[in-house]
């Protein structure tokens, strides 16, 4: 047993010594083919078999198809998005340009640096604070004073959503801008008379409008020591609580440059301050002030002597002489409103001959014009315009002595009830802008030969007439008008529909309530001639 175990030792440590020499002839010939590492297999039955052959050459590993791929494109990391704060200061405060001002004031809290850029750039820019500036860009409608006040004050109160705007938010808003147009009459439910201890801050204001908003003596005495160069001022009622005439006083006298002053609708008004009114005053509106004596107004008509355009409506304080007197004073007026005046019959009537300038003229249920006052009118060689609505007095005769003011182009004889012959006027002063509403003695023919003849018309208002408008209107489109040069556009009542109207290339129909505003009337209305600065 003992050899046998020494005869199977010798074996195995020979077999182990040819095995470490094919592996060592196997390197070898690896590093003459120029392989520079090789894996040894492992010691096994089938490894045993393959090593019969000694060309046998073990495969080198694979590379990655990243490494062999030499077409391949390679990744980069994901690039870091530019933020706000990455811009430069010109280009963020172009950008804050287009914020609303409530986005502005969230602006600032970003950091110091966007504080900084809003507050030295954005801001200075502001120098219009009004209604729209304050909803710009905002999900906040446009409110028109004369529908929130007028149309739904009592019927739907929550109508017109706005903003909260105190007198602590006009106080942030004047120590960063450089307002020059103010414009608070929106907001009158929610500001006071203290809004005007913060004036002290917009020395430079020039357009001032606090309509509706209660003032006192001390908030006008300190509106004239802060605002000297204030040009265009806005206090309809506002002086309906108290006596305010000394702090009109102060402000008269502190600030001469007023152009502008609109004093309408005050019925604690009563002109003790129109003595120091400025002298270079253009324009004055005092309708509805029934409070103002007579004296005041004779005051006003020797320290006014540029006024151009003066507004007295529903004042019947003063007898027409009185009238005829101031009014011979202001001979540089340029447009004139003398309304709602009821009188006797055995008042005399109102002279307009001094008038050299006169443009305007509105006299809309005045009782105090007549045939004579009309003939005067022709000593007006520069009036454009007339407003003679609910002129009952009148007849066609009237229109006889209206044809010798030749410069005549625009005339509202609305609510006329004698009214039925216009076709040879209109011809007569080639007219372009005519208004006949309610005249119920105008017929069908009239108004035929006054939309296919009178060529010279381009605006017409033809409300609430006694005719058969669907009729009317086929008639006269189905005439050429070859003469014509100008579309007319003409104002029908919407409610009456119309059907199958023959196609008309000069003429542009608009439809519009009979009651209402017409779309045409700023032709005749003085309070929509006064440009406004912008």
């Known amino acids: 047993?003992?050899?046998?175990?020494?005869?199977?030792?010798?074996?195995?440590?020979?077999?182990?010594?040819?095995?470490?020499?094919?592996?060592?002839?196997?390197?070898?010939?690896?590093?003459?083919?120029?392989?520079?590492?090789?894996?040894?297999?492992?010691?096994?039955?089938?490894?045993?078999?393959?090593?019969?052959?000694?060309?046998?050459?073990?495969?080198?590993?694979?590379?990655?198809?990243?490494?062999?791929?030499?077409?391949?494109?390679?990744?980069?990391?994901?690039?870091?998005?530019?933020?706000?704060?990455?811009?430069?200061?010109?280009?963020?405060?172009?950008?804050?340009?287009?914020?609303?001002?409530?986005?502005?004031?969230?602006?600032?809290?970003?950091?110091?640096?966007?504080?900084?850029?809003?507050?030295?750039?954005?801001?200075?820019?502001?120098?219009?604070l009004d209604h729209e500036s304050i909803i710009y860009n905002t999900m906040y409608p446009k409110i028109s004073l004369a529908e929130e006040r007028i149309y739904f004050r009592n019927q739907r109160r929550n109508c017109f959503k706005r903003h909260n705007v105190n007198d602590k938010s006009i106080k942030m808003i004047f120590s960063r801008a450089k307002i020059y147009n103010l414009d608070l009459s929106i907001y009158h439910s929610t500001l006071t008379y203290q809004v005007s201890s913060s004036f002290s801050m917009v020395p430079q204001l020039n357009v001032l409008n606090l309509s509706f908003i209660r003032l006192t003596?001390?908030?006008?005495?300190?509106?004239?020591?802060?605002?000297?160069?204030?040009?265009?001022?806005?206090?309809?009622?506002?002086?309906?609580?108290?006596?305010?005439?000394?702090?009109l006083e102060v402000l008269f006298t502190k600030c001469p440059n007023i152009k502008y002053l609109n004093l309408a609708e005050n019925n604690k008004l009563y002109g003790d301050s129109f003595?120091?009114?400025?002298?270079?005053?253009?324009?004055?509106?005092?309708?509805?002030?029934?409070?103002?004596?007579?004296?005041?107004?004779?005051?006003?008509?020797?320290?006014a002597m540029n006024l151009e355009t003066l507004i007295l409506e529903n004042y019947d304080n003063a007898a027409v002489a009185n009238f005829n007197s101031w009014l011979g004073k202001l001979k540089k007026l340029k447009y004139l409103e003398v309304s709602n005046i009821f009188m006797g019959q055995d008042y005399p009537s109102l002279d307009f001959s001094n008038f050299q300038e006169l443009e305007m003229l509105c006299l809309?249920?005045?009782?105090?014009?007549?045939?004579?006052?009309?003939?005067?009118?022709?000593?007006?060689?520069?009036?454009?315009?007339?407003?003679?609505?609910?002129?009952?007095?009148?007849?066609?005769?009237?229109?006889?002595?209206?044809?010798?003011?030749?410069?005549?182009?625009?005339?509202?004889?609305?609510?006329?009830?004698?009214?039925?012959?216009?076709?040879?006027?209109?011809?007569?002063?080639?007219?372009?802008?005519?208004?006949?509403?309610?005249?119920?003695?105008?017929?069908?023919?009239?108004?035929h030969k006054l939309l296919t003849e009178c060529v010279s018309l381009?605006?017409?208002?033809?409300?609430?007439?006694?005719?058969?408008?669907?009729?009317?209107?086929?008639?006269?489109?189905?005439?050429?008008?070859?003469?014509?040069?100008n579309i007319l556009r003409l104002a029908t009542p919407r409610a009456n529909p119309y059907y199958n109207l023959p196609s008309c290339n000069w003429v542009d129909i608009s439809t519009c309530e009979p009651y209402g505003p017409t779309p045409f009337s700023g032709f005749t209305s003085i309070r929509a001639q006064y440009p406004h600065k912008q």
């Not at 052959?53 to 590993?61: G, L, M, Q, R």
């Not at 009782?367 to 407003?387: E, F, M, R």
């Open 1 to 128: 047993m003992s050899e046998d175990n020494t005869k199977k030792t010798a074996m195995e440590s020979g077999t182990s010594r040819n095995l470490q020499k094919r592996k060592r002839k196997i390197s070898e010939n690896a590093v003459h083919n120029g392989i520079n590492s090789m894996i040894a297999p492992k010691e096994s039955k089938y490894w045993m078999r393959s090593m019969k052959s000694e060309s046998h050459i073990a495969v080198p590993p694979k590379k990655s198809r990243k490494q062999t791929s030499k077409n391949a494109k390679q990744v980069k990391p994901p690039e870091t998005a530019m933020l706000l704060t990455d811009l430069p200061n010109e280009i963020l405060g172009k950008i804050s340009e287009y914020l609303s001002f409530d986005d502005l004031f969230r602006l600032e809290r970003v950091n110091k640096r966007i504080r900084a850029v809003v507050t030295s750039y954005t801001w200075p820019q502001k120098h219009t």
């Open 217 to 247: 003596n001390n908030s006008l005495r300190t509106i004239a020591r802060y605002c000297p160069l204030l040009e265009e001022v806005f206090f309809e009622q506002c002086f309906c609580d108290g006596k305010v005439e000394q702090g």
């Open 458 to 485: 381009r605006y017409v208002e033809l409300l609430g007439l006694n005719i058969d408008y669907q009729k009317v209107l086929s008639n006269a489109f189905k005439q050429p008008c070859p003469q014509r040069r």
């Open 275 to 303: 003595s120091c009114i400025p002298s270079g005053l253009l324009y004055l509106n005092l309708a509805n002030c029934y409070n103002v004596n007579a004296n005041a107004i004779g005051a006003l008509a020797e320290s």
């Open 364 to 447: 809309r249920y005045n009782t105090l014009v007549n045939a004579v006052s009309l003939k005067t009118l022709q000593h007006c060689p520069k009036l454009k315009a007339i407003d003679l609505r609910f002129g009952q007095q009148f007849d066609n005769s009237a229109l006889e002595l209206l044809q010798k003011c030749k410069s005549l182009q625009y005339c509202n004889f609305s609510n006329w009830a004698q009214l039925s012959n216009v076709v040879d006027f209109v011809k007569h002063l080639k007219l372009q802008y005519f208004a006949i509403n309610e005249c119920r003695e105008i017929s069908a023919d009239t108004v």
